[in-house]
């Protein structure tokens, strides 16, 4: 991976990639991810990398239920036996879908740059989100891992990603919540952000990007 100072990469960055869920749009999980943490007694953003890494991903798609989603989190996670359904389930239906803090910022970023998705989706899971939130009909394109054939974080759904946007890795950024589909991206030297909290990506932003 090539170290490249700051300034030459505000000067080259012409495509920002978002990862979707967690990151534009989602729920405000916290809560429940520390009672599984502290269920479980692990960590929190180890929980968190679990709770919302793949198998979210399945039950986001509705290709399992929550009942099915619990049942892989206890295979998943340390301790994971010790997670009851239906007290998981309470904790889960109290928090607030929606938009996620990010999408304001998608706007003045739309001046300077080509904005895109990169989500583990389908194509028809896209279509009903896009009739529920308008802000996903601003970006200039979203990969979806059906589309592009693979999941993240393996590298050709990133390669494929880069050819989409007709640009190249110098020439981009990605941002996801989750630390592996960053890792894959940094290696391919994409510039990457693991997004945790909104004021980390906005001191991010004002490093990497020419951001108002």
């Known amino acids: 991976m090539m170290h490249v100072s700051p300034d030459k990469i505000k000067s080259e ?10 990151v534009l749009l989602g729920v405000d999980q916290s809560v429940a991810i520390h009672h599984i943490s502290k269920v479980t007694e692990t960590p929190y953003l180890q929980t968190r990398e679990i709770a919302q890494g793949e198998i979210f991903m399945e039950l986001q798609r509705g290709e399992i239920n929550f009942s099915t989603y619990v049942e892989k989190l206890r295979e998943a996670i340390p301790n994971g036996n010790r997670l009851d359904t239906d007290g ?7 928090s607030k879908a ?12 739309q001046q300077k ?23 996903l009909s601003s970006f200039n394109g979203i990969i979806t891992s059906e589309k592009a054939g693979t999941h993240k974080p393996h590298p050709n759904i990133f390669n494929f990603a880069l050819k989409e946007a007709n640009t ?11 630390y592996s589909n960053v890792e894959v991206a940094k290696n391919l ?12 990506l906005v001191n991010f932003l004002e490093k990497i990007c020419k951001f108002d």
């Open 88 to 94: 998981l389930h309470q904790v889960w239906m109290n």
């Open 113 to 135: 740059y080509a904005i895109w998705i990169i989500s583990n989706t389908t194509e028809a899971h896209i279509k009903n989100l896009q009739a529920q939130f308008e802000f």
């Open 98 to 109: 929606g938009e996620m803090p990010v999408v304001s910022l998608l706007d003045g970023l």
């Open 168 to 178: 190249d890795a110098f020439s981009s950024i990605f941002i996801d919540d989750s």
């Open 189 to 200: 030297d994409i510039v990457s952000h693991h997004y945790i909290e909104f004021d980390g």
């Open 13 to 22: 960055i012409k495509v920002i990639f978002f990862d979707l869920f967690g």
